[in-house]
C-alpha cells in the first residue's frame, strides 16, 4: 500500500510524462465493473467525460487495471520499468507520515472516531520502530529503484507502452461512441414508448369511432343510399354508352326518384331541395337519350335483308326497362315511339310476305276443275279437257289421298324458302303453297306478338298490345287471305280443300299452346273461307252423282242387259277413294263438323245410283250381286281407318254388304 501510495504521489510530482513504476496487480483502488458503462448510468454524467480527458499511464487505477487484462491474453506479464531518476525514500515516507497525520488530526477536530480500544491496540512490528520499519522496507526497495535501465531496454518499453497508450485511447473512442449510440438509443426507445402508448390511445378512440358509425349507417344507410346520387352515376347517364350497365344505372337513378317522392314534410323539403333538381335534369337527359337510342334500332329495322328478329331480341328485349321508364316520364313521347316501331313493323311484314307470296305464286300446282267431280264420265271428261283452251297439266288423281296426307303429318316447323320456291319445278297441289304461307305467318305472328307483350308490358295492358299487333299484322293477314281466295277460289279439289282445313285448324291449336289469342281472328276468317268452299265441291259432287242416275235408263234393252258386268262401277271406285280420304283427314273429327252431313249426302246419292244401275241387270240375282260387289269395294278401301266417322262409315257398309250377301 505504501508503494502504491509512493507511486502516485511520485506522478503528481514529476507529471504525466514520468514512466509508471507501481505494479498494477497491487492497487489497493477496486476496479470499474462493466456495469459502470451502461447508458442508463453514463448517460447522467454532465460535461466531458472522464475517459475523455488527457490520460496518463499512473494516473488511473481503472487504466492501469485495463492494461494489465488486455495483456494478460497475450500470454506474457507487464514488465514494470524502473524511473529514470529514483527519488529519496525517506523524503517520500515523511511526506506520506505528514499528510496522514494532518488527515488524522482533521478527523480527530471534527469528530472522535477512534476509541478507547483503538488507543489500546498493539501492533508488533518485530522489535522496530515505525522509522526502522519503513527504512528497512525504502532501502529494500531503493535498492531496486535504483537499478538502472539500458537505452534498449527503455527505449523498448517506451515504445511498447506508447502503442499501449494508443490503443486505450482508441478503445476510449469506440467506448465514446458505443455510449452515445446507447444513449440514442435509450432516446430513441423512450420516445417509442411514448408513440406507442399515443397509438393505442388513438386506435382505442378509433375502434370506438367506427363501432359508433356503424351503428349509425346500418340505421342510416340505406336511407342516405338512397337519397344520394354518384359522381358516377351521373358521368354513366349523361355521356355513357346506352348498354346493360347503363340501363341498371338508370333503374338505381329511377328508384331514388321515386324514393325521394314517397318521403313527407320535413324530410322531402331538405332532400328535394338539394337532390330534386339534378334527378329531374338527369331523368330529361334520360329521356332524350333513350328516344334516339330506340330511334335508331327502329332505322336498323328500315335496313335491306335484315333480320328484325334478331335485332328485337339483342337491342330492344335486352332493354325493354327503357321503354317503361320513357312510358313513366314522358308518355307523349313513348307513344310516338311506339306509333313509329308499329309503322316500321307494318311496312316489314307486309314487304316480307308479299315478296314470300310472289314466290309461291311460282310452284306449278295440280288443276282441278269441274271436269273432276265423282259422277263425270271418263269420255265427258276427256272432252272437257280438248275443248278447253288449256294446256293439259300432268297427269294427277282428284279423288285418291296417297300421300298428300304426309302434309299434315310431317314434323317439319320451316316454311321453304323464297328462293327455294322459285326454283323449284315439280308439280303440288294446293295445301302445299297453302300450308307454307301460313306457316311462316304463324311463326312470325307468333314472335311479334310475344316480342310486342314482353317489350311493352308493363307500360301498356294487353288489350292495347293487341290492338298494336293487329294494326302491324292487318296487311301481311290480308295477303294470306287474298292467297287463299286465289288458290280455292275455283277448284274442285275437295281432299286438298279439307287439307287446308285441318292444317288451319292445326295452326289454332299450336297458337293456343303458344298462347298467342291475336291470330284467332285470321285463323277464324280462313276457315269462313274455307268451309263454304267444300261445301260447293261436295254440292257438285253430289249434283254430278245424281245427274248419272238421272240419266240411267230405266229398263235397259237384252242386248244390253246381257253385256253388264257385275264389277264395281267407276263411280263406286272413285266414291271409295274419296271417302278414304275423308274419314283418313277426319279421324278426331266431331259429330258437328260440316264434312259429316256432306259425306252422307254423298253417300245417299251414290246408294241411289248403285240402285239404279243395278236395276239395268234385269235379273235379280245380278242386281243384288252388282251391290254386294260395290259395297265389299267401299268397306274393303275404307276398313282401315279409325275414327268415330269411320266406324260410322264402315258400320254402313257392312251392313248394306250383309244385306246382299244374305239374299244372294
Known amino acids: 500500500m505504501w508503494l502504491d501510495r509512493l507511486a502516485a504521489t511520485q506522478a503528481s510530482v514529476s507529471g504525466p510524462s514520468t514512466p509508471q513504476t507501481n505494479s498494477r496487480h497491487n492497487s489497493p483502488l477496486p476496479r470499474k465493473t462493466p456495469s459502470s458503462l451502461s447508458p442508463y448510468i453514463t448517460s447522467q454524467r454532465q460535461g466531458r467525460s472522464p475517459r475523455g480527458s488527457s490520460l496518463s499511464l499512473v494516473s488511473s487505477d481503472s487504466t492501469a487495471s485495463l492494461l494489465a487484462s488486455s495483456r494478460r491474453p497475450n500470454g506474457s506479464e507487464a514488465r514494470q520499468p524502473p524511473a529514470a531518476q529514483a527519488p529519496d525514500s525517506l523524503d517520500v515516507l515523511e511526506r506520506l507520515l505528514a499528510a496522514d497525520s494532518e488527515i488524522v488530526g482533521r478527523a480527530q477536530g471534527r469528530a472522535s472516531l477512534i476509541t478507547q480500544e483503538d488507543l489500546g491496540l498493539d501492533v508488533d512490528f518485530g522489535g522496530l520502530s515505525l522509522k526502522e520499519l519503513a527504512a528497512q522496507n525504502l532501502d529494500d526497495g531503493a535498492t531496486s529503484l535504483r537499478r538502472r535501465q539500458s537505452a534498449s531496454e527503455y527505449e523498448e518499453d517506451k515504445a511498447r507502452f506508447d502503442a499501449l497508450h494508443r490503443s486505450i485511447v482508441a478503445c476510449d473512442d469506440i467506448l465514446n461512441s458505443v455510449e452515445m449510440n446507447l444513449a440514442d438509443f435509450r432516446n430513441d426507445l423512450s420516445t417509442v414508448s411514448a408513440d406507442i402508448e399515443t397509438l393505442q390511445s388513438r386506435s382505442s378512440a378509433l375502434s370506438r369511432r367506427l363501432e359508433t358509425r356503424k351503428r349509425i349507417e346500418k340505421a342510416l344507410g340505406p336511407l342516405v343510399e338512397e337519397l344520394s346520387v354518384s359522381p358516377e352515376t351521373i358521368s354513366r347517364i349523361t355521356t355513357g354508352h346506352v348498354d346493360e350497365l347503363w340501363a341498371k344505372t338508370l333503374s338505381e337513378m329511377d328508384k331514388k326518384a321515386s324514393a325521394i317522392k314517397k318521403l313527407s314534410g320535413r324530410q322531402q323539403g331538405r332532400a328535394s331541395e338539394e337532390l330534386g333538381p339534378i334527378l329531374e335534369k338527369l331523368i330529361v337527359k334520360a329521356v332524350e337519350r333513350i328516344r334516339d337510342f330506340l330511334v335508331a334500332q327502329i332505322k336498323a329495322l328500315r335496313s335491306p335483308h335484315i333480320n328484325a328478329q334478331i335485332i328485337q331480341q339483342q337491342n330492344f328485349l335486352k332493354f325493354k326497362d327503357l321503354y317503361t321508364f320513357l312510358h313513366k316520364h314522358h308518355a307523349a313521347l313513348a307513344e310516338e315511339i311506339s306509333q313509329a316501331y308499329m309503322n316500321t313493323m307494318r311496312w316489314y311484314y307486309l314487304n316480307q310476305f308479299t315478296r314470300y307470296e310472289r314466290a309461291l305464286a311460282k310452284l306449278k300446282l295440280h288443276v282441278l276443275d269441274k271436269s273432276d267431280v265423282l259422277g263425270q264420265e271418263d269420255a265427258s271428261r276427256k272432252a272437257a279437257v280438248l275443248s278447253s283452251s288449256r294446256v293439259a297439266g300432268p297427269p294427277h288423281d282428284a279423288f285418291n289421298l296417297g300421300r298428300r296426307i304426309d ?129 260447293v ?91 254386294y260387289n260395290n259395297y265389299s269395294l267401299v268397306l274393303t278401301i275404307i276398313g282401315d281407318e279409325t275414327g268415330k266417322l269411320a266406324q260410322e262409315q264402315q258400320d254402313h257398309f257392312e251392313e248394306l254388304k250383309r244385306t246382299y250377301q244374305t239374299e244372294s
Open 407 to 535: 302434309t299434315l303429318r310431317t314434323k317439319s316447323t320451316s316454311a321453304i324458302s323464297s328462293y327455294l320456291a322459285e326454283e323449284d319445278q315439280s308439280n303440288h297441289y294446293l295445301e302445299v303453297p297453302f300450308r307454307n304461307f301460313n306457316l311462316a305467318l304463324i311463326d312470325n305472328a307468333t314472335a311479334e306478338y310475344t316480342f310486342l307483350a314482353a317489350f311493352f308490358a308493363p307500360a301498356l295492358s294487353y288489350s292495347q298490345i293487341s290492338k298494336n299487333f293487329n294494326y302491324i299484322f292487318e296487311p301481311t293477314f290480308e295477303v294470306g287471305r287474298t292467297l287463299s281466295k286465289a288458290l280455292v277460289g275455283e277448284t274442285f279439289d275437295a281432299l286438298g280443300l279439307l287439307l287446308c282445313i285441318r292444317l288451319n285448324q292445326h295452326f289454332a291449336f299450336d297458337l293456343q299452346r303458344r298462347k298467342v289469342p291475336a291470330v284467332d281472328g285470321y285463323i277464324n276468317g280462313t276457315n269462313m273461307l274455307l268451309w263454304p268452299r267444300l261445301q
Open 537 to 627: 265441291i261436295m254440292d257438285r259432287h253430289c249434283e254430278s252423282v245424281r245427274l248419272l242416275t238421272s240419266a240411267a235408263p230405266a229398263k235397259p234393252a237384252r242386248a244390253d242387259q246381257t253385256r253388264m258386268s257385275a264389277a264395281p262401277h267407276m263411280v263406286t271406285q272413285r266414291f271409295a277413294q274419296l271417302l278414304h280420304g275423308f274419314l283418313a283427314l277426319s279421324t278426331e273429327a266431331g259429330d258437328d263438323e260440316p264434312v259429316v252431313s256432306s259425306l252422307r249426302r254423298l253417300r245417299s246419292e251414290v246408294e241411289a245410283f248403285l240402285t239404279r244401275q243395278s236395276q239395268a241387270h234385269g235379273d235379280k240375282r245380278k242386281s243384288e250381286r252388282f251391290l
